[in-house]
């Protein structure tokens, strides 16, 4: 094995590692406590009335989907963790091809959450575009 193989043997552990131990875990732990904080909008901390309560219930609405984005960012991590870990028995028979398909893999991850039901909506659009449609 080339010295700069295993460098790259190396640093892709690394990488493999702090996702799977330590990217992930934080990220489920940080959507955790984003939803704990979106149950805690309550009538109780915003009042019974209609104004407050309407912006409560949008506030809970961004905590979850906050919390959603990190869940999928942590999916995301774990998934990769997994293609580095394919990357790296690739590896040893053609260090390009390995490095290749490992940057192909990470340009697949998608750069901002969308979740479905916005998805949906989206696609919608797409199908039929009208200002009522743009307007969900």
Request: hydrophobic share 40%; glycine share 2%.
């Amino acid at each position: 094995m080339s010295a700069q193989m295993q460098v790259t043997k190396e640093k892709w552990q690394d990488w493999e590692k702090a996702l799977r131990e330590e990217v992930a875990p934080k990220l489920r732990q940080a959507a955790g406590l984003l939803r704990t904080n979106s149950e805690l909008q309550t009538e109780g901390k915003w009042s019974a009335e209609s104004g407050p309560q309407a912006f409560a219930t949008k506030h809970k609405q961004y905590l979850t989907e906050e919390a959603d984005a990190l869940d999928a960012m942590a999916k995301h991590a774990t998934d990769f963790a997994e293609k580095i870990q394919t990357a790296l028995d690739m590896l040893e028979k053609d260090e390009d091809a390995a490095k290749s398909w490992l940057d192909a893999e990470a340009a697949k991850i998608q750069a901002v959450y969308i979740s479905k039901a916005k998805q949906a909506a989206l696609d919608e659009f797409d199908k039929h575009p009208s200002g009522a449609n743009l307007a969900r």
